[in-house]
């Protein structure tokens, strides 16, 4: 339930932008470095974030002069995105609300929208995919990251199989030192290709960015994301899609 994923978020999010280090810009995560170039071109477009979170991404294309609204359940995270936005001095339209229902956006409102590493909050998958297809207008981009479906099975430490590609839905992780527990969802790569298809997107390109070095890689935080295992099995997919003219 939203409501769960709203508790958690706001009881976590100083800790989270503290540690979790995100920096301004267009980032889909690990690797950190993978194609800045697919959201270049926004100058003047209509940008809207679904879950924007402390904003970084937002500010990123607001500042490569892109029209940013950014919409997010929480309202501590979204505190700390308007602070983001003043620090550097870019106008973004920050809103609270549920990505699963943008009423409060007309039809054919935005030129692209966007989002990193939000889906694994996020239970109907194809209400936030029907909705976005709806304020996009003709020929509109939805450019997104995930944590790769495959690598969120994979237990870091002993590199093995813990849980099954097949049960997707609802899970629960405790936090440590926080009242409420994270609830989140697993979704299969087929269930997110097939859901932006019956929303009316043509899905354009899907990558799975990585290498066989694990030299190459830098450490995530709270121990999920090791070279060792990034260097063997895709941790994140980007996802580039556009709404049938
Ligand atoms: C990892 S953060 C997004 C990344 C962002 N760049 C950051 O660092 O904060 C995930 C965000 O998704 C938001 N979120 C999760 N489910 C949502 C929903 N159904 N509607 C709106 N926002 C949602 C959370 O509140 C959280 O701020």
Not at 38 to 54: H, K, N, R, T
Not at 194 to 213: I, K, S
Request: aromatic share 10%; with cysteine; glycine share 8%.
């Amino acid at each position: 339930m939203t409501r769960e994923v709203k508790q958690w978020w706001e009881a976590t999010a100083e800790y989270f932008q503290a540690e979790s280090d995100v920096t301004v810009g267009v980032h889909w995560n690990w690797p950190n470095d993978f194609d800045p170039q697919i959201l270049a071109d926004v100058e003047s477009c209509d940008v809207l974030e679904l879950g924007c979170g402390g904003g970084q991404l937002g500010i990123g294309l607001a500042k490569r002069g892109a029209n940013v609204t950014g919409i997010d359940l929480s309202a501590e995270q979204l505190a700390h995105a308007r602070t983001l936005a003043a620090e550097h001095d870019v106008d973004v339209a920050f809103c609270q609300g549920d990505i699963t229902d943008l009423r409060m956006f007309e039809d054919e409102r935005f030129d692209v929208a966007c989002n990193a590493w939000v889906f694994q909050w996020v239970d109907d998958l194809a209400a936030v995919f029907e909705e976005t297809n709806r304020v996009l207008r003709p020929d509109g981009r939805f450019v997104f990251s995930m944590p790769h479906p495959y690598y969120e099975i994979v237990d870091a430490d002993s590199q093995v199989v813990t849980e099954s590609y097949f049960d997707t839905g609802r899970y629960v992780i405790e936090s440590e030192g926080v009242a409420v527990d994270q609830v989140m969802y697993r979704h299969k790569v087929s269930e997110v290709y097939n859901d932006l298809v019956d929303a009316g997107f043509d899905v354009e390109r899907l990558h799975e960015p990585g290498t066989d070095d694990s030299d190459a890689y830098e450490e995530g935080p709270w121990g999920t994301r090791t070279p060792e295992l990034m260097s063997k099995v895709p941790n994140v997919l980007v996802v580039e899609a556009r709404k049938q003219g």
